[in-house]
């Protein structure tokens, strides 16, 4: 990374992450996905607060993070909402597959 980029590659993945963080809260992540949704809150301030101390290369791992959950939430929530559990569902695919259960 070029000096001084660093702080724009912070901004943009900060960026991103309030934004799915934001979408996960509409959704109801706190009660339907509460591990997910906090961890990438925390992972979030977290990320703030390395970039007020301008590491900003460690700011932004923690903004990629705190997208990575925020996604998981609402991934998480979907699939709730959509009456399907994906580990059930990849669990029966498993079960075809193989003949037994895993």
């Known amino acids: 990374m070029l000096p001084g980029c660093g702080s724009v590659y912070y901004a943009i993945n900060v960026n991103a992450a309030e ?3 934001e ?6 992540a706190e ?10 809150k925390e992972h979030l301030h ?20 705190a997208e990575t ?4 939430a609402i991934d998480k929530v979907s699939s709730t909402k959509r ?3 994906e580990p059930d ?3 029966e695919k498993d079960k075809e597959e193989s003949g037994w259960e895993k």
């Open 89 to 91: 569902r990849d669990k």
């Open 69 to 72: 959950y925020a996604q998981k």
């Open 31 to 40: 009660k339907a996905a509460p591990y997910e949704y906090y961890y990438a």
């Open 19 to 21: 934004a799915k963080l």
């Open 83 to 85: 009456g399907t559990d």
């Open 46 to 65: 977290e990320a703030r607060v390395h970039a007020s101390e301008a590491s900003y290369g460690d700011a932004a791992n923690m903004a990629e993070t």
């Open 23 to 28: 979408q996960a809260r509409e959704m109801g």
